[in-house]
C-alpha cells in the first residue's frame, strides 16, 4: 500500500494550481470556528457550569472563548494564518477533552472541525485573500503579485480523501447493519424524530414516501461511490451537486446546522480548482474601467496602489507608472482627460469596485469626502526598513523546501505517514463497524486485539479527529418512547 501511496504523490505533487479554494475554505471554516464559539460564549453558564449560574465554572474560560474567536477572526481575515491554525487545533482538543463540551458535544461535528483544523495547520491557506500576503506586499512595497499562488493539487486532494473519502466509507459500512437505511427510510427517520427535527415545516417533503425511499437509497450509493469515483474528472461535477445538495439539505432539515454547515462549506474544496480561475475571469472586467497613476519611486503611493489592488476583485482598475508625478497621492484622469487627485481620486476608485460603492457615496459627500482624505494624510507612514522581510510562511512551505532538496526521500516519508494515517481510520471502521456490530469484543481469544485497538482508537479520535460515523442507525433512537413538553 505504502508504494501505491508513494507512486500517486509522484505523479501529481508538481501539478499545479490555483490556491483560492483553500482560501475560500479557510475563511468559511473560521467562519464556523467564530460562530460556534459566540455560542459557547452566550451559553457558557449552561454548558461550563456545574450548577447553571450558581455554582460558576472556571473563570478563566470566558477569557480563552474570546481569544479563540479572535483565533476564528484570523482565519476568516487571513492574518497570522500558521499561528491561528495551531492555535485552533490546541483549543479544540483543549475544550474538547477537558470541559463538559466532552458530554454535550458528542457527535460528528467536533470531531471533523479537529480534522479540518489539523489539517489547515499544513495546508498553505495564506496564499490568496490573506491580510498575511497584504502586509508582506506593503512591506516590500511589492506591486506584482508573487509566483506563488499555486500550489500542488496534492493539497486539495490529501483533504478531500481523509476528511471526505473515509468519512463516507466509514458512515456507508455502518449504514448496512441497520434496517431502516437498508429499507430506504435513514434519510425519512431523523427528520421526522422529535429530538432531532428542524424548526422548518418539511411535512410536505417528509411525507412523500417514494421520494424519501429515493432519497436514502440516494445517499447510501453516493456515499459508497464517492472515494472511488470522486477524483474523475467527468464525475466530479455530478458528485460535487448531489453532496452539497445532501449537506445543504442537512442544515435545513435537521438541528445540527453547523455540521451541516461546515459539509456544505468543505465542498468548497471539492470544486474543480481551475473552475475558481474561470469564475474570476467570468465576474472580472474584460477591460480596467479607470486608470490609476502614481509615482513608482514614492513608497506612500506604492502602498496606496497595493491596497487598492489587493481589494479590487473584480480587475477594474488599471495602474500605470508615472515618474513625472507632481501630485502629492495617486491621480485619475476624468472624462476631460484633465487629472484628479485627493478625495475624487478614491471616490472614482470606489465607485468602479462595485461593493465598496458606499464609500465612494461618502466621498463625493459635500464637506466629508475631503476631511476624511485630510484625516488620512494626516497619519504618519510606517518606517523604512533597510532589511530584507520573509514572505508569510507556513509548514506547507518548509515541507516543499524539502521536496525541493529531497524529492526521493520526501515522497519515501510522506507515504509512510498517509499510510499510517489510513491505518488509523481502518483501525476505527473495522472496530467499530465490525468487532463490536458482531461482539467479537466479548470473546476473550480476541481481547488483547480488541483492547490495542481501543487504544488506538482513542488516541486518533482524540487528536485526528477520526470517529466512527454510525449515526442515525437504528441503536440510535432507542430509548425515545416519550416526549416530554
Same mark, same amino acid.
Given at each position: 500500500?505504502?508504494?501505491?501511496?508513494?507512486?500517486?504523490?509522484?505523479?501529481?505533487?508538481?501539478?499545479?494550481?490555483?490556491?483560492?479554494?483553500?482560501?475560500?475554505?479557510?475563511?468559511?471554516?473560521?467562519?464556523?470556528?467564530?460562530?460556534?464559539?459566540?455560542?459557547?460564549?452566550?451559553?457558557?453558564?449552561?454548558?461550563?457550569?456545574?450548577?447553571?449560574?450558581i455554582?460558576?465554572?472556571?473563570?478563566?474560560?470566558?477569557?480563552?472563548?474570546?481569544?479563540?474567536?479572535?483565533?476564528?477572526l484570523?482565519?476568516?481575515?487571513?492574518?497570522?494564518?500558521?499561528?491561528?491554525?495551531?492555535?485552533?487545533?490546541?483549543?479544540?482538543?483543549?475544550?474538547?477533552?477537558?470541559?463538559?463540551?466532552?458530554?454535550?458535544?458528542?457527535?460528528?461535528?467536533?470531531?471533523?472541525?479537529?480534522?479540518c483544523?489539523?489539517?489547515?495547520?499544513?495546508?498553505?491557506?495564506?496564499?490568496?485573500?490573506?491580510?498575511?500576503?497584504?502586509?508582506?506586499?506593503?512591506?516590500?512595497?511589492?506591486?506584482?503579485?508573487?509566483?506563488?499562488?499555486?500550489?500542488?493539487?496534492?493539497?486539495?486532494?490529501?483533504?478531500?480523501?481523509?476528511c471526505?473519502?473515509?468519512?463516507?466509507?466509514?458512515?456507508?459500512?455502518?449504514?448496512?447493519?441497520?434496517?431502516?437505511?437498508?429499507?430506504?427510510?435513514?434519510?425519512?427517520?431523523?427528520?421526522?424524530?422529535?429530538?432531532?427535527?428542524?424548526?422548518?415545516?418539511?411535512?410536505?417533503?417528509?411525507?412523500?414516501?417514494?421520494?424519501?425511499?429515493?432519497?436514502?437509497y440516494?445517499?447510501?450509493?453516493?456515499?459508497?461511490?464517492?472515494?472511488?469515483?470522486?477524483?474523475?474528472?467527468?464525475?466530479?461535477?455530478?458528485?460535487?451537486?448531489?453532496?452539497?445538495?445532501?449537506?445543504?439539505?442537512?442544515?435545513?432539515?435537521?438541528?445540527?446546522?453547523?455540521?451541516?454547515?461546515?459539509?456544505?462549506?468543505?465542498?468548497?474544496?471539492?470544486?474543480?480548482?481551475?473552475?475558481?480561475?474561470?469564475?474570476?475571469?467570468?465576474?472580472?472586467?474584460?477591460?480596467?474601467?479607470?486608470?490609476?497613476?502614481?509615482?513608482?519611486?514614492?513608497?506612500?503611493?506604492?502602498?496606496?496602489?497595493?491596497?487598492?489592488?489587493h481589494?479590487?476583485?473584480?480587475?477594474?482598475?488599471?495602474?500605470?507608472?508615472d515618474?513625472?508625478? $507632481?501630485?502629492?497621492?495617486? %491621480?485619475? =484622469? *476624468?472624462?476631460?482627460q484633465? +487629472?484628479?487627485?485627493?478625495?475624487l #481620486?478614491? /471616490?472614482?476608485?470606489?465607485?468602479?469596485?462595485?461593493?465598496?460603492?458606499?464609500?465612494?457615496?461618502?466621498?463625493?459627500?459635500?464637506?466629508?469626502?475631503?476631511?476624511?482624505?485630510?484625516?488620512?494624510?494626516t497619519i504618519?507612514?510606517?518606517?523604512?526598513?533597510?532589511?530584507?522581510?520573509?514572505?508569510?510562511?507556513?509548514?506547507?512551505?518548509?515541507?516543499?523546501?524539502?521536496?525541493?532538496?529531497?524529492?526521493?526521500?520526501?515522497?519515501?516519508?510522506?507515504?509512510?505517514?498517509?499510510?499510517?494515517?489510513?491505518?488509523?481510520?481502518?483501525?476505527?471502521t473495522? $472496530?467499530?463497524?465490525?468487532? %463490536?456490530? =458482531? *461482539?467479537?469484543?466479548?470473546? +476473550?481469544?480476541?481481547?488483547?486485539? #480488541?483492547? /490495542?485497538?481501543?487504544?488506538?482508537?482513542?488516541?486518533?479520535?482524540?487528536?485526528?479527529?477520526?470517529?466512527?460515523?454510525?449515526?442515525y442507525?437504528?441503536?440510535?433512537?432507542?430509548?425515545?418512547?416519550?416526549?416530554?413538553?
Amino acid at each position: 500500500m505504502r508504494q501505491f501511496i508513494a507512486k500517486l504523490i509522484k505523479q501529481h505533487i508538481n501539478t499545479t494550481v490555483p490556491a483560492t479554494g483553500l482560501a475560500i475554505f479557510r475563511c468559511l471554516y473560521g467562519l464556523i470556528v467564530f460562530q460556534e464559539v459566540i455560542f459557547l460564549l452566550f451559553f457558557r453558564h449552561l454548558i461550563f457550569d456545574p450548577i447553571p449560574f450558581i455554582d460558576n465554572a472556571y473563570p478563566l474560560i470566558p477569557l480563552f472563548l474570546i481569544f479563540w474567536a479572535f483565533i476564528g477572526l484570523c482565519l476568516i481575515v487571513g492574518r497570522y494564518c500558521q499561528f491561528a491554525t495551531i492555535s485552533n487545533y490546541l483549543l479544540w482538543l483543549v475544550f474538547l477533552n477537558f470541559t463538559p463540551m466532552r458530554h454535550e458535544f458528542s457527535g460528528g461535528f467536533d470531531q471533523f472541525m479537529i480534522a479540518c483544523g489539523f489539517l489547515l495547520i499544513f495546508l498553505p491557506i495564506n496564499r490568496v485573500w490573506s491580510l498575511d500576503l497584504l502586509y508582506y506586499r506593503l512591506r516590500n512595497l511589492t506591486i506584482n503579485l508573487p509566483k506563488t499562488q499555486d500550489v500542488s493539487i496534492l493539497c486539495y486532494y490529501l483533504p478531500i480523501i481523509f476528511c471526505l473519502c473515509f468519512l463516507y466509507a466509514d458512515s456507508a459500512i455502518h449504514k448496512l447493519w441497520a434496517e431502516h437505511w437498508l429499507n430506504g427510510l435513514g434519510a425519512w427517520l431523523p427528520s421526522s424524530h422529535p429530538y432531532y427535527i428542524s424548526a422548518l415545516d418539511l411535512s410536505w417533503l417528509l411525507n412523500n414516501k417514494l421520494l424519501q425511499q429515493c432519497l436514502g437509497y440516494l445517499i447510501i450509493i453516493f456515499q459508497f461511490t464517492f472515494p472511488f469515483f470522486i477524483f474523475r474528472r467527468h464525475l466530479q461535477p455530478l458528485f460535487l451537486i448531489i453532496g452539497a445538495s445532501l449537506h445543504l439539505g442537512i442544515t435545513l432539515s435537521l438541528n445540527i446546522y453547523p455540521f451541516g454547515l461546515i459539509m456544505f462549506f468543505f465542498y468548497a474544496l471539492v470544486v474543480p480548482p481551475h473552475w475558481w480561475r474561470l469564475l474570476k475571469k467570468k465576474i472580472s472586467y474584460n477591460a480596467s474601467l479607470v486608470t490609476v497613476f502614481f509615482q513608482p519611486d514614492n513608497p506612500s503611493q506604492v502602498r496606496q496602489i497595493i491596497l487598492i489592488q489587493h481589494f479590487d476583485f473584480f480587475k477594474a482598475i488599471q495602474f500605470q507608472a508615472d515618474p513625472h508625478n $507632481n501630485f502629492q497621492s495617486i %491621480y485619475t =484622469l *476624468n472624462k476631460q482627460q484633465q +487629472p484628479c487627485s485627493g478625495h475624487l #481620486t478614491y /471616490a472614482a476608485i470606489f465607485w468602479h469596485m462595485r461593493y465598496t460603492l458606499p464609500l465612494s457615496l461618502a466621498l463625493i459627500t459635500p464637506g466629508l469626502g475631503p476631511l476624511i482624505i485630510k484625516k488620512q494624510s494626516t497619519i504618519k507612514p510606517p518606517k523604512q526598513n533597510h532589511y530584507p522581510i520573509s514572505p508569510p510562511t507556513v509548514l506547507y512551505d518548509a515541507l516543499h523546501h524539502q521536496y525541493l532538496n529531497h524529492p526521493i526521500q520526501f515522497i519515501y516519508k510522506f507515504s509512510k505517514i498517509l499510510c499510517f494515517l489510513a491505518l488509523l481510520q481502518l483501525n476505527s471502521t473495522i $472496530n467499530y463497524a465490525f468487532l %463490536y456490530r =458482531l *461482539n467479537l469484543h466479548e470473546n +476473550p481469544t480476541l481481547s488483547p486485539l #480488541t483492547n /490495542a485497538s481501543n487504544i488506538i482508537c482513542v488516541l486518533s479520535h482524540t487528536f485526528l479527529g477520526i470517529t466512527p460515523h454510525a449515526l442515525y442507525l437504528h441503536d440510535h433512537f432507542q430509548g425515545y418512547n416519550r416526549i416530554l413538553a
